[in-house]
């Protein structure tokens, strides 16, 4: 799957903000080993974890890919190479038609900081 | 007798002949959860004084009317919370109302109570809730199941009348059977989830819970159907379930799995199941073993799957549109990275990493590719078992209700709790769990039914016929 490829977050612009420590990662990543590089992967899905976590998850995480590597042995050989075209949960499309949006203000209502209309957030650009 | 103990057709049969009135039910549910919820621990919360206003103004004439229903806090009801049992989405207000609420409330449904789970629906016992471990009300020494266990546990402790749950994994029909109870997960595409919280969106689906059969079928017949905004329910008629389920079992095919007959299961499972198989082959079905090749492997697809599909939901919650928000950050990643690292425990944090390696890039055709190679692989063997049968036979669950805290250190062992019950997700076909026994520590046991798409009723027929002959879901736990 070459077109997965270009998902990773490190080719869509967001290498500057992880680092170079996350960068480093990337090449301990690559190596496949099937075990899962609890810090580095934490920094690609957003979640601040600390060092005990990571232990900790390295460990659990390592009984898991223990459990999935099954797989492997299973013979996919002439299954083709796309996600399921399931009939069943195939798309089902309605007309594209004008209709009512939801109102700003409900929209609005459970966000944790809010001014004019807008969600606020930390300043991005530098 | 106290109303609260009586199924919904009864209720419905009753408020029909106007021999009772919504409030009774309501103030007899209240008075029982006064009583039981100290010890299960199965609701979140809930509105008396606004249950007894919708009694007032329930219209008795329409289908569900006048009859209170809980629903598992993970599906959307405008100007209520909808915790997930997770701190991520403390002080979180629902906007609008699911479509499952909306047909609820259009067939006189009145909605009472907001039941536990496992944070995000991750989970097969409620102790990954962030905010109580839900007891079962047969030994609240023990689990409900999960991830709908406060659900189940509220539905068998007759504090409610019946409720609604999710399932994406088993997360219905596992509970309901360590509960006692009936659970129906619905075909992918018969229900509506608009407005449930996604967690894996080719897995989930919402379902009734229930203590009989007639009154799942109640149930589904009203929350079935297509709904315009959510692209994967069919445009299919939705049968007249209560009437085909009435059809006598002569003729039905029930196909037994080899494989979900496995050495190393419990053996009064085995026993029980086995009893029941017995049953339908003397009581006019044809029983017939057939072969799910793959079905060993449902636990490992399931796990990259739901993962997978869960790292990328989840990326929603980031403190910006709703929900908890980390302070003094320094930047919008920091935001980011600190308000989930505060709001999500450790089950989805677990899930959120694995699905994200998952889909990585160098690990993408290993797990995630292969996994959905093996889905087809899968689907192709319950399309072939389902040319031979009309339902599939098996337990639900490889144990009865475990102890509280017997598992929580391991992972994987609580993974396999949902080995008997993935596959319906991964293949999207119908299933329904049925009491069917119970363990000599008097621990309930339950039956598993899977059927092909959409033909829910050949599941609820298979169901109704045993359930006319058995006295199981009758059975009350003491409290």
């Known amino acids: 799957m070459k077109k997965n490829s270009q998902r990773f977050p490190f080719e869509t612009g967001s290498k500057k903000t992880l680092g170079s420590a996350a960068l480093s990662g990337y090449h301990i990543h690559l190596v496949q080993t099937g075990k899962i590089d609890v810090a580095y992967v934490a920094q690609l899905c957003r979640l601040k974890l600390n060092?005990?976590?990571?232990?900790?998850?390295?460990?659990?995480?390592?009984?898991?890919?223990?459990?999935?590597?099954?797989?492997?042995?299973?013979?996919?050989?002439?299954?083709?190479?796309?996600?399921?075209?399931?009939?069943?949960?195939?798309?089902?499309?309605?007309?594209?038609?004008?209709?009512?949006?939801?109102?700003?203000?409900?929209?609005?209502?459970?966000?944790?900081?809010?001014?004019?209309?807008?969600?606020?957030v930390p300043k991005i650009v530098e | 007798m106290s109303l609260a103990q009586e199924t919904l057709s009864s209720l419905r049969k009753k408020l029909s002949a106007r021999e009772i009135a919504p409030e009774e039910i309501v103030r007899d549910l209240l008075q029982r959860m006064e009583k039981t919820e100290p010890k299960i621990k199965g609701y979140l919360r809930w509105d008396a004084e606004d249950a007894l206003r919708q009694a007032k103004e329930a219209d008795i004439s329409k289908p569900l009317g006048g009859v209170p229903i809980a629903i598992k806090d993970n599906i959307n009801t405008r100007g209520d919370g909808c915790t997930c049992s997770s701190k991520i989405l403390e002080g979180y207000v629902a906007p609008y109302d699911a479509t499952v609420i909306t047909k609820l409330r259009e067939a006189g449904a009145i909605l009472l109570g907001r039941t536990n789970l496992d944070e995000f629906a991750m989970g097969s016992s409620t102790e990954n809730s962030a905010i109580t471990t839900t007891r079962n009300p047969w030994d609240t020494e023990r689990i409900p199941g999960g991830s709908s266990g406060g659900s189940a546990a509220v539905v068998a402790a007759r504090s409610a009348i019946a409720a609604l749950g999710s399932d994406t994994g088993g997360s219905i029909r596992q509970p309901a059977a360590l509960c006692g109870i009936v659970g129906l997960k619905p075909t992918y595409g018969r229900v509506s989830r608009y407005g449930l919280i996604a967690f894996a969106s080719s897995l989930d689906q919402i379902g009734p819970m229930t203590r009989?059969?007639?009154?799942?079928?109640?149930?589904?017949?009203?929350?079935?159907?297509p709904d315009p905004r959510e692209n994967t329910s069919k445009n299919l008629p939705v049968p007249d379930y209560l009437s085909l389920m009435r059809q006598p079992l002569k003729g039905l095919r029930v196909g037994v799995p080899k494989e979900y007959f496995v050495s190393g299961m419990d053996?009064?499972?085995?026993?029980?199941?086995?009893?029941?198989?017995?049953?339908?082959?003397?009581?006019?079905?044809?029983?017939?073993?057939?072969?799910l090749p793959n079905a060993e492997a449902a636990i490992a697809v399931y796990y990259i799957i739901a993962t997978a599909e869960a790292s990328?939901?989840?990326?929603?919650?980031?403190?910006?549109?709703?929900?908890?928000?980390?302070?003094?950050?320094?930047?919008?990643?920091?935001?980011?990275?600190?308000?989930?690292?505060?709001?999500?425990?450790?089950?989805?944090?677990?899930?959120?990493i694995l699905g994200t390696y998952v889909l990585s890039s160098g690990y993408y055709d290993a797990y995630y590719n292969r996994a959905q190679k093996v889905r087809r692989l899968m689907r192709?063997?319950?399309?072939?078992?389902?040319?031979?049968?009309?339902?599939?036979?098996?337990?639900?669950?490889?144990?009865?209700?475990f102890k509280v805290g017997e598992k929580t250190q391991d992972p994987v062992e609580m993974y396999l709790a949902d080995i008997?019950?993935?596959?319906?997700?991964?293949?999207?076909?119908?299933?329904?769990?049925?009491?069917?026994?119970?363990?000599?520590?008097?621990?309930?046991?339950?039956?598993?039914?899977?059927?092909?798409?959409?033909?829910?009723?050949?599941?609820?027929?298979?169901?109704?016929?045993?359930?006319?002959?058995?006295?199981?879901?009758?059975?009350?736990?003491k409290l």
């Open chain 1, 51 to 120: 060092q005990e976590e990571i232990d900790r998850f390295n460990t659990q995480l390592g009984d898991i890919l223990k459990l999935v590597e099954q797989l492997q042995k299973i013979d996919v050989s002439g299954v083709p190479d796309v996600p399921p075209d399931f009939a069943i949960s195939g798309n089902v499309l309605r007309k594209d038609e004008d209709r009512e949006s939801f109102p700003v203000e409900l929209a609005l209502q459970n966000a944790p900081s809010k001014s004019n209309d807008l969600f606020i």
């Open chain 2, 212 to 225: 009989t059969v007639e009154d799942a079928a109640l149930i589904l017949q009203t929350i079935a159907g």
């Open chain 2, 267 to 291: 053996r009064e499972i085995e026993k029980a199941v086995r009893i029941a198989v017995d049953w339908y082959a003397k009581n006019g079905a044809e029983v017939i073993e057939v072969s």
């Open chain 2, 312 to 352: 990328a939901n989840l990326a929603r919650f980031d403190g910006v549109r709703y929900g908890r928000r980390a302070k003094d950050v320094s930047d919008a990643i920091d935001l980011h990275a600190r308000t989930r690292a505060e709001g999500f425990g450790p089950e989805v944090k677990r899930r959120i």
């Open chain 2, 380 to 401: 192709q063997d319950f399309t072939e078992a389902f040319k031979k049968c009309d339902v599939l036979l098996t337990p639900t669950s490889p144990t009865p209700a």
């Open chain 2, 420 to 477: 008997f019950t993935t596959s319906a997700n991964l293949t999207e076909v119908c299933a329904i769990s049925i009491p069917c026994g119970f363990s000599t520590a008097g621990l309930p046991i339950g039956l598993q039914l899977m059927g092909p798409h959409f033909e829910e009723e050949k599941l609820l027929r298979a169901a109704w016929n045993y359930e006319q002959a058995h006295e199981w879901h009758k059975q009350e736990p």
